[in-house]
């Protein structure tokens, strides 16, 4: 009997191990063209968590923005009012909050009052000049510090020629290769804050049509001035954070559902140029069920972005064409899941995400497969396309449920004029669109091969129509011949 029950306590266990063991690596997943998810293997893997135990001198209250440049990584804290930083081996080098003068004095405002960062939200590094910008969200300014000695060099508040009813309260900011900064705020629906590098106002800048409601349209033609009043008014979408590319194109976020995108790239005139399919737009999970909510981005040197979503606590990456590469899907309550996720950044090839409830930061790291995508992600860009090719092969002896890969293989093919490899290629990506201008390719060079062929036929078959209906017109000269 004892041997029974050690029996069954046994097996017990060994499900219980056998479950755990199954649940310690992510679930990530693409698309097909039908928009049916296909299991694939992850592009990304846990590699580090960042906690309290990071920064043992100082108080953690939360991770609520990150972001890398000149070789360090930032991270804000909003709970404890902090900028705390690490070195690119990831050594705690300074905690900011008392902020100081270049000759070590403590820094002063007008008012003769000690400046201390006030529930700061965002954090940008401007490689070009060296300097950290800060949105100092409770204080409602920007501080601008040396990037090596991190002292305050200057001070940028509302500026006085502001117009317009949004209030500046800098939430995230960006600045561009001549110093202008762009800087999101809270509930702001006049667009994003465009500000001249002496911090004077230039303008608002990539203002975010909303969705226009045909129905509503409809009764307000017909409706009274008194009836419209009353109707609801429906404001721009706001933004909620900020990334820029190398070329000085903005990215930006929105999960407003009055916003028609929900992921922006703003060219200087502050238009939206990102480039989405219409079959499968940047929106994340395209389940009904589902209601992504885009909180950060991040972009990287060749154009592939990551946006972290609130809603199913996930991290959605695309390439420049807007082709969904992977998704970083590890479920809720596993080492690398988030609870309530708050900013990403690009660490060299690596990911950073970070968790304000947690207080943690997530570190990922390519897997070989990984590797494999962004190297032809990053050739595809710079037009080196055969060599794109060329890793896109590779990573499908590692995944062949890769659609994206047959796809990319299918376009390059495409442009060497080899249309029945393409045509074969982007019918396993099941890429209708690129499938349809390699076989009109191909049709068309048929028909040219096959032109005097053609023309032949088409010769014999009037001589054909010639003989026989002189047949016809002899025989029936000779039938009246002998009628008469």
């Given at each position: 009997?004892?041997?029974?029950?050690?029996?069954?306590?046994?097996?017990?266990?060994?499900?219980?191990?056998?479950?755990?063991?199954?649940?310690?690596?992510?679930?990530?997943?693409?698309?097909?063209?039908?928009?049916?998810?296909?299991?694939?293997?992850?592009?990304?893997?846990?590699?580090?968590?960042?906690?309290?135990?990071?920064?043992?001198?100082?108080?953690?209250?939360?991770?609520?923005?990150?972001?890398?440049?000149?070789?360090?990584?930032?991270?804000?804290?909003?709970?404890?009012?902090?900028?705390?930083?690490?070195?690119?081996?990831?050594?705690?080098?300074?905690?900011?909050?008392?902020?100081?003068?270049?000759?070590?004095?403590?820094?002063?405002?007008?008012?003769?009052?000690?400046?201390?960062?006030?529930?700061?939200?965002?954090?940008?590094?401007?490689?070009?000049?060296?300097?950290?910008?800060?949105?100092?969200?409770?204080?409602?300014?920007?501080?601008?510090?040396?990037?090596?000695?991190?002292?305050?060099?200057?001070?940028?508040?509302?500026?006085?020629?502001?117009?317009?009813?949004?209030?500046?309260?800098?939430?995230?900011?960006?600045?561009?290769?001549?110093?202008?900064?762009?800087?999101?705020?809270?509930?702001?629906?006049?667009?994003?804050?465009?500000?001249?590098?002496?911090?004077?106002?230039?303008?608002?800048?990539?203002?975010?049509?909303?969705?226009?409601?045909?129905?509503?349209?409809?009764?307000?033609?017909?409706?009274?001035?008194?009836?419209?009043?009353?109707?609801?008014?429906?404001?721009?979408?706001?933004?909620?954070?900020?990334?820029?590319?190398?070329?000085?194109?903005v990215y930006s976020t929105t999960y407003d559902a009055n916003s028609q995108y929900m992921v922006f790239r703003l060219n200087?005139?502050?238009?939206?140029?990102?480039?989405?399919?219409?079959?499968?737009?940047?929106?994340?999970?395209?389940?009904?069920?589902?209601?992504n909510q885009f909180v950060a981005v991040a972009v990287n040197d060749y154009g592939v972005y990551a946006v972290l979503d609130?809603?199913?606590?996930?991290?959605?990456?695309?390439?420049?064409?807007?082709?969904?590469?992977?998704?970083?899907?590890?479920?809720?309550?596993?080492?690398?899941?988030?609870?309530?996720?708050?900013?990403?950044?690009?660490?060299?090839?690596?990911?950073?995400?970070?968790?304000?409830?947690?207080?943690?930061?997530?570190?990922?790291?390519?897997?070989?497969?990984?590797?494999?995508?962004?190297?032809?992600?990053?050739?595809?860009?710079?037009?080196?396309?055969?060599?794109?090719?060329?890793?896109?092969?590779?990573?499908?002896?590692?995944?062949?449920?890769?659609?994206?890969?047959?796809?990319?293989?299918?376009?390059?093919?495409?442009?060497?004029?080899?249309?029945?490899?393409?045509?074969?290629?982007?019918?396993?990506?099941?890429?209708?669109?690129?499938?349809?201008?390699?076989?009109?390719?191909?049709?068309?060079?048929?028909?040219?091969?096959?032109?005097?062929?053609?023309?032949?036929?088409?010769?014999?078959?009037?001589?054909?129509?010639?003989?026989?209906?002189?047949?016809?017109?002899?025989?029936?000269?000779?039938?009246?011949?002998?009628?008469?």
């Amino acid at each position: 009997m004892k041997n029974k029950i050690l029996l069954i306590i046994l097996i017990i266990f060994t499900m219980e191990w056998g479950g755990a063991q199954s649940n310690t690596r992510s679930y990530d997943y693409a698309y097909d063209f039908w928009q049916i998810t296909t299991e694939t293997v992850p592009a990304f893997t846990l590699e580090r968590v960042l906690d309290k135990s990071t920064f043992p001198d100082i108080t953690i209250g939360g991770f609520d923005d990150v972001h890398y440049g000149g070789g360090k990584l930032f991270f804000i804290d909003t709970t404890e009012s902090r900028l705390n930083i690490l070195s690119d081996e990831l050594k705690p080098l300074v905690s900011v909050r008392l902020l100081y003068m270049e000759d070590g004095r403590i820094a002063m405002d007008e008012r003769r009052r000690q400046i201390v960062l006030t529930n700061p939200e965002g954090v940008f590094f401007q490689e070009l000049t060296n300097e950290i910008y800060i949105a100092d969200t409770g204080a409602r300014r920007i501080l601008v510090l040396d990037g090596n000695k991190f002292f305050l060099k200057r001070v940028i508040e509302r500026p006085e020629g502001m117009t317009g009813v949004t209030e500046f309260k800098p939430s995230k900011l960006a600045v561009d290769r001549t110093n202008r900064i762009y800087i999101v705020v809270q509930s702001g629906y006049e667009g994003m804050i465009e500000l001249n590098e002496d911090g004077s106002f230039s303008r608002y800048y990539g203002y975010n049509k909303p969705k226009v409601n045909l129905l509503d349209h409809f009764w307000k033609v017909f409706a009274t001035n008194e009836q419209r009043e009353k109707m609801a008014k429906i404001f721009a979408p706001s933004y909620n954070n900020i990334d820029i590319d190398q070329d000085g194109f903005v990215y930006s976020t929105t999960y407003d559902a009055n916003s028609q995108y929900m992921v922006f790239r703003l060219n200087p005139r502050g238009e939206n140029v990102l480039i989405q399919s219409k079959e499968q737009p940047v929106q994340g999970d395209f389940s009904p069920r589902i209601s992504n909510q885009f909180v950060a981005v991040a972009v990287n040197d060749y154009g592939v972005y990551a946006v972290l979503d609130r809603a199913t606590r996930r991290i959605f990456i695309y390439n420049f064409y807007g082709e969904m590469i992977s998704v970083i899907n590890y479920p809720q309550g596993m080492k690398g899941s988030f609870t309530a996720p708050t900013g990403i950044t690009w660490f060299n090839e690596k990911l950073v995400a970070t968790d304000k409830q947690l207080r943690r930061a997530y570190i990922y790291s390519m897997t070989d497969f990984g590797r494999l995508a962004m190297e032809s992600a990053r050739h595809y860009h710079q037009g080196e396309w055969e060599e794109s090719a060329r890793y896109l092969e590779a990573a499908l002896q590692l995944n062949s449920n890769y659609d994206l890969a047959y796809s990319g293989i299918g376009k390059h093919y495409l442009m060497q004029d080899d249309y029945e490899k393409a045509m074969y290629y982007l019918k396993l990506g099941q890429n209708r669109s690129f499938y349809s201008k390699a076989f009109n390719q191909f049709r068309n060079e048929w028909v040219k091969k096959n032109l005097i062929c053609f023309a032949l036929v088409f010769v014999a078959f009037i001589v054909i129509i010639i003989r026989s209906e002189v047949r016809h017109h002899k025989k029936g000269g000779a039938k009246n011949e002998a009628g008469s």
